[in-house]
């Protein structure tokens, strides 16, 4: 008997469909989580992008307010020094009262060019910056500063703009990093304008420093400025402000985006990127915007992971949340399975104890009208029905037996009737004679017998009787004893056997058996043969050196049908190598597999093929042939052949 | 073995088929039983068909034919040949039946005992 195979315990149901309805819920999940964190990260980043639009756009608002403001003051005086002449003490005065105006304004000149004020003075700068609360007033141009040669002269000189210049560390006037605004001004000199000299506003760095310091984004964003050729002007780093630009971290990091970034600022351009900040070392986003007049660049940088570390911690929540939402609904799922499967479990169990033969074993009580309980109901019904059934078979099997015990009964009666010592008469030398029956599974009723009568007559005979099975075999052994003790009681005559036997058997007969017989009394002696029939299969008769042929037989009804029935006796004379073959119809009806009959024909051709007359070589030769025919096929009635041979009436011819 | 079974003038006529064996009988006691529970008491037996008959079709035929005696029926055999026919006449069963060479011989036999 099998067992279950263990791997089957190994998960149970209720864990299964946990795990089944857990991933499916985690997918689910998953795909929530994942769409609800993108979703997230993106709002995020474009509120971020417009909190710092608006962010430098305000800074740069008050940047540029200042700076408009100091351009103003450098505007004006270039207006006022074209329109007259100035006397040098006028100049210095305009001069001073232009810092007195504007307080953001750190420094001040009128750069004319060379001898263009004074015909006699390569030089002629005054320059006022204020010195604590004072204001001091010197001259710039030396030998060693030729100031119309430096770049806040000559680029609005050739440009014929006003601008601001680069950043720088002031050696010549307020010793601080300035910029410095510079306005060229002109005066009509015959009809023709004529460049004179710069105007110049100079601001300290301070104040910017100031402003844009105090810009804070998160919790280290920060902003910082870059003038036009990308160097910081203020930085939360000190040590980058005039010293690096953004092209030299670009260079130092070897980042090509970042120094594309830079170029981007220095062009004045908008935008918001990501990007590897060298100075925050992590990913980080910056959003710069242009500040027009001095075509510096205002950035905002953040890192990156302070700008989404609520999302992220939101989205650890989330996790842990679902995490434990997924422990106890994989343990509800577990509780729920196992309270369905309980009632599985037991059916499981008790099939097991089933299998091992166990039908008795009551099935546990199923009360839900579901699935569960229909399956327990069915098994309940299925193992009622496998008790009946088999039940039902134990009874089978022992009729069967039963039934073979009785058909084994049968062949024994039928068996033990008939003689099988052969040869049967070795003194007599006048005859040979062999008889062989083979009885069917179901035993037929077929019957041979021979005896002798006296010193001279030998009776032999065949029967058939129409039934199966012990009934069969008991009417057979009815018949042989009744025709032996008829037979010895004096009958020399075949027909008064058959009648008396016929009245016999008609007697008390209730069923519907009936028996047909040939019987004959051979006067071994002389070669006389008598013989009658009762419905019997003629026999053949092989005359010495003919063919085979069918004894002519009178006509006779089968016994134990009619009781007042006469039978005829034929006779004919035997010759010394007649051979006489008596058969029951189980040989010519013996069928092959596909149901042809073996046939009388056959029969015959199968004697005419026996060359020796022995007899039992005869009837050997005919069952040897039934068998090939019916080559497997079951044998359906019993088989049985009687051969006579006559030698001759002399023993001493031999 | 197959049994065409039809009535004919008051008649059941059983054509049987093939070869009556052991195996055939069963068939045959059925459907004779039928007929006789269903008031049919003349029969006709059409061997025309009959390829062969055994010791247990002719016992088969014997009961029945006793049935039907014992209840005041009568049964007819016609159309016998070949093998069938010598069966018949070997076994003495030809002496005990009535036989007709056909079926109309048969119809007419039986019309002439049951007329009233």
């Known amino acids: ?654 | 073995m197959q049994i065409i079974i039809e009535n004919k003038s008051g008649a059941v006529v059983l054509s049987i088929h093939g070869h009556f064996n052991a195996a055939a009988t069963p068939e045959f006691e059925r459907i004779l039983n039928q007929r006789l529970d269903a008031g049919g008491r003349h029969f006709i037996l059409n061997m025309a068909d009959l390829t062969f008959i055994s010791s247990a079709g002719l016992c088969s035929i014997l009961a029945s034919a006793k049935k039907i005696s014992e209840r005041d029926g009568s049964i007819v055999i016609c159309a016998l040949q070949g093998e069938a026919q010598k069966v018949f006449e070997i076994s003495g069963f030809a002496a005990l039946f009535s036989i007709c060479p056909t079926e109309a011989a048969a119809l007419k036999q039986l019309d002439a005992v049951c007329l009233p």
């Open chain 1, 1 to 654: 008997m099998k067992t279950a195979p263990s791997q089957f315990r190994r998960t149970s149901l209720a864990v299964k469909l946990g795990l089944m309805v857990l991933a499916g819920t985690s997918v689910v999940f998953a795909a929530a989580f994942l769409y609800n964190h993108a979703l997230s990260r993106r709002s995020i980043l474009s509120n971020a992008e417009t909190n710092a639009r608006h962010l430098a756009g305000a800074t740069v608002s008050r940047i540029e307010a200042v700076l408009n403001g100091v351009e103003n003051i450098p505007c004006y005086m270039a207006l006022c020094l074209e329109q007259r002449d100035w006397e040098r003490a006028d100049l210095i005065a305009f001069i001073r009262n232009a810092l007195v105006a504007d307080p953001d304004i750190f420094g001040s000149a009128v750069a004319f060019e060379p001898y263009a004020f004074n015909p006699q003075s390569l030089y002629f700068a005054p320059y006022c910056c204020r010195q604590g609360a004072d204001i001091r007033q010197t001259w710039l141009g030396s030998d060693q500063y030729q100031y119309f040669n430096l770049d806040w002269y000559i680029l609005p000189k050739e440009l014929n703009r006003p601008m601001w210049s680069e950043p720088y560390f002031d050696e010549g006037g307020g010793k601080v990093i300035m910029t410095t605004y510079s306005v060229p001004f002109y005066r009509m000199v015959n009809g023709r304008r004529q460049f004179q000299g710069i105007v110049t506003a100079d601001i300290a760095l301070d104040w910017l420093v100031k402003i844009v310091s105090a810009v804070s984004f998160l919790k280290t964003g920060y902003a910082c400025l870059i003038s036009q050729n990308g160097m910081f002007v203020t930085h939360p780093d000190k040590r980058l402000i005039m010293r690096q630009s953004i092209f030299d971290l670009a260079e130092g990091a070897a980042d090509a985006h970042l120094r594309q970034v830079g170029q981007a600022m220095v062009r004045g351009d908008t935008g918001f990127v990501r990007l590897q900040s060298p100075t925050l070392g992590k990913p980080s986003w910056l959003y710069y915007a242009p500040l027009k007049s001095p075509g510096w660049s205002l950035g905002v940088l953040f890192p990156e992971d302070e700008l989404f570390a609520d999302a992220q911690r939101m989205g650890r929540n989330i996790l842990l949340i679902g995490l434990v939402g997924f422990v106890i609904l994989f343990l509800i799922i577990v509780l729920i399975s196992a309270a369905v499967t309980r009632p599985i479990r037991a059916l499981a169990r008790t099939t097991a104890e089933i299998a091992l033969g166990n039908l008795d074993i009551k099935l546990p009580l199923v009360k839900s009208r579901d699935e569960v309980g229909e399956l327990s109901y069915a098994f309940d019904n299925m193992r009622v029905a496998l008790k009946e059934y088999i039940a039902g078979l134990t009874e089978a099997t022992v009729a069967r037996e039963r039934l073979e015990s009785e058909l084994k009964i049968a062949r024994t009666i039928q068996m033990s009737f008939l003689p099988k010592h052969f040869p049967p008469f070795p003194e007599q030398a006048e005859f040979d004679l062999y008889a062989r029956l083979e009885p069917a599974k179901q035993v037929g009723g077929d019957l041979y017998d021979f005896f002798l009568l006296d010193d001279q007559h030998l009776f032999f005979s065949i029967g058939d009787v129409a039934d199966k099975g012990v009934p069969a075999a008991l009417f057979m052994a009815v018949t042989k004893t009744l025709m032996k003790g008829i037979a010895l009681q004096g009958g020399l005559d075949p027909a008064g056997i058959m009648e008396h036997v016929n009245q016999e058997l008609c007697k008390e007969n209730d069923t519907n058996m009936f028996v047909t017989v040939f019987c004959g009394v051979l006067n071994f002696c002389t070669g006389k043969l008598v013989y009658s029939n009762a419905g019997h299969n003629p026999p053949l008769i092989r005359r010495a050196g003919s063919q085979p042929e069918e004894l002519p037989v009178p006509k006779g009804i089968v016994l134990g049908t009619i009781e007042a029935v006469r039978y005829s006796t034929a006779s004919l004379i035997l010759h010394a190598g007649d051979t006489l073959v008596l058969y029951t119809d189980g040989v010519t009806e013996a069928c092959n597999p596909s149901q042809d009959l073996y046939s009388m024909e056959r029969l015959r051709e199968t004697a005419a093929g026996v060359s020796d007359q022995e007899p039992k070589t005869v009837v050997d030769a005919i069952f040897q042939s039934v068998n090939a025919y019916a080559a497997g096929a079951p044998q359906s009635d019993d088989i049985t052949v009687l051969a006579l041979h006559y030698h001759g009436e002399s023993s001493s011819d031999r």
